[in-house]
């Protein structure tokens, strides 16, 4: 019996310290609205470059997508930026060194590896590429954000895998593939830390 009490006692704490881990400047609504946007991205790629081959198609694709990509950094980022601002305590700014950290190393490779491929020309590796590289991100922050979003995580490292090493890499650089992974997977996201703030 005294077992059984030791054992739910520390579930309790464990859970307590999970809780106040948990990065609180993500924002929910920030993540599905940069989600939306790589819905409206994928449209406007499919009317200018649904399946891009040329150089000029190519370069379109890579200016939607670094686009799409200031945009969702712009607004997660700004969010951050101004919760940062308005939890100056120990806590929060231990919180927030914790979250910068985990996510740091892969936006900054993910940057240097984007430069690498378009500079030789390998632009069937991006997708793949950002969605593997975003799965070790989401991983790596697992501890701050909620634990609803590890499936999420998962499939981001499938779809990783998938468009770089079986067939589908041939429609990589598809309009829908993007949308599929960032459209639908950011408001995934959002709706999780969404439903973690309501919890």
């Not at 694709?61 to 686009?67: D, L, P």
């Not at 700004?78 to 950290?101: I, M, Y």
């Not at 779809?159 to 890499?169: E, I, N, R």
Request: glycine share 10%.
């Amino acid at each position: 019996m005294d077992l059984q009490r030791a054992l739910s006692d520390l579930a309790e704490v464990r859970d307590r310290l999970a809780h106040v881990q948990r990065f609180e400047g993500y924002s929910g609504p920030a993540a599905i609205v940069s989600g939306a946007g790589a819905l409206i991205a994928g449209y406007v790629q499919f009317q200018l470059a649904p399946l891009p081959k040329t150089p000029e198609a190519l370069g379109a694709y890579v200016a939607i997508w670094m686009t799409c990509l200031a945009v969702a950094l712009a607004l997660n980022y700004g969010t951050v930026a101004v919760w940062a601002l308005k939890n100056r305590g120990p806590g929060a700014q231990s919180q927030f060194r914790s979250a910068a950290r985990s996510i740091a190393p892969s936006v900054l490779l993910g940057g240097a590896l984007t430069m690498a491929l378009v500079e030789r020309a390998d632009y069937a590796l991006l997708p793949g590429t950002w969605f593997a590289l975003y799965a070790l991100g989401l991983f790596a922050s697992r501890g701050v954000i909620p634990a609803s979003t590890l499936p999420i995580t998962f499939a981001f490292g499938g779809l990783a895998l998938l468009f770089l090493v079986t067939q589908l890499a041939a429609f990589a650089l598809a309009w829908w593939v993007m949308p599929l992974g960032f459209g639908v997977g950011q408001i995934a996201i959002g709706v999780l830390i969404w439903q973690g703030r309501t919890a």
